[in-house]
């Protein structure tokens, strides 16, 4: 089977196609086919060396995104041939999702929404369970105010639309005027490029998904969630009572259910900007994405 792999650190020219095993379910595992996949800014950064300690050996698959079809299910209660979506945790297990065939954790797969092809659904799982798992974690009920930081990216984009669904009120920082539309029409209240513009100890929790460290805008008592790992920790607010996390993303098959329910509820939209179709795209893909100024995902098909 085809595999994307790096031998070496660099720009997307290290990316090659190889040929590599089929990999074999164990227990309590689910053997994919992969149809598609997209680009995140961690496939990006482990290409170019930038993770550093951590990295797994190479060379190396890469990838944690996977839209695919069943092709043994275990006793996972997913069937062959059934659509499903997945996240592999590729620094911690050093199982990438660019391969035709991909083995996984039953409990990192989840069926596909119902209501988009596979392509889109490719698009969701990592910004997904990390938009998720981070509203999760500030615990924003109905009728608390939320910023978001980054607001229109693939995390901040999702995370606008689900905590808007929860009933939050949600202001959101973004980075250029196409954004501002963006947040507008997905629930957010005041929508701004400057930080300067948001208010002071007015949030019940933040949402920071690019190392903005807006903290003067969190309440005293508030809740202050990072994504941002290479920016580095949150300041510390523990004199003014706020809980701080730079909150890293978990293999998370429920959390992939729920969120393929909102998609088909109507209440969650995958925005993609573009799809390549041929793994042999790979390096394109990367390059768009290195491009920036995207409005949504870059998507590969298989
Ligand atoms: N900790 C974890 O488990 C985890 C999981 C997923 C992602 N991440 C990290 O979280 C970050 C966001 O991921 P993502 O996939 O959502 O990336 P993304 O799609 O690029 O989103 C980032 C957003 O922040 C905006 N932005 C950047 N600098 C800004 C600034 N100074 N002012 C206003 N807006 C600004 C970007 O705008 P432009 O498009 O104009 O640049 C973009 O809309 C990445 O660093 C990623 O590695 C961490």
Same mark, same amino acid.
């Not at 930038?50 to 300690?53: D, L, N, R, S, V």
């Not at 490029?193 to 300067?196: G, S, V």
């Given at each position: 089977m085809r595999a994307v792999q790096i031998d070496r650190f660099g720009t997307? !020219?290290?990316l090659g196609i190889v040929e590599a095993p089929e990999p074999e379910p164990g227990p309590g595992e689910v053997l994919v086919r992969t149809v598609a996949t997209s680009i995140n800014p961690v496939d990006d950064k482990t290409r170019e060396g930038?993770?550093?300690?951590g990295t797994p050996p190479l060379p190396l698959t890469l990838g944690w995104d996977l839209a695919g079809i069943v092709v043994d299910g275990g006793d996972s209660g997913l069937r062959a041939g059934e659509s499903v979506i997945a996240m592999s945790h590729q620094l911690g297990s050093g199982r990438g999702t660019w391969a035709d065939l991909v083995v996984l954790p039953a409990h990192a797969v989840a069926t596909a929404p119902r209501s988009i092809s596979l392509v889109e659904a490719a698009a969701l799982p990592l910004p997904g369970l990390t938009a998720l798992q981070t509203l999760n974690w500030l615990n924003v009920r109905a009728g608390e105010r939320l910023l978001i930081t980054g607001a229109a990216g693939a995390v901040g984009g999702l995370a606008l639309q689900i905590a808007h669904a929860r009933g939050a009120k949600v202001d959101a920082l973004v980075s250029r005027d196409p954004h501002l539309t963006f947040a507008r029409d997905h629930g957010a209240g005041l929508v701004t490029? !400057?930080?300067?513009a948001l208010a002071d100890r007015a949030y019940d929790a933040v949402f920071d998904t690019f190392g903005a460290f807006v903290t003067d805008a969190v309440a005293d008592g508030g809740r202050y969630a990072s994504i941002a790992t290479q920016a580095g920790p949150v300041p510390d607010l523990s004199s003014r009572g706020v809980r701080t996390t730079v909150n890293q993303v978990r293999e998370d098959g429920e959390g992939l259910s729920e969120l393929a329910e909102l998609v088909d509820s109507g209440s969650l939209r995958v925005r993609v900007h573009s799809s390549l179709f041929g793994l042999q795209e790979i390096r394109a893909a990367h390059e768009r994405f290195l491009r920036g100024g995207l409005e949504g995902k870059v998507t590969v098909a298989f």
């Open positions: 997307p !020219d290290v930038a993770i550093g300690e490029t !400057d930080p300067r």
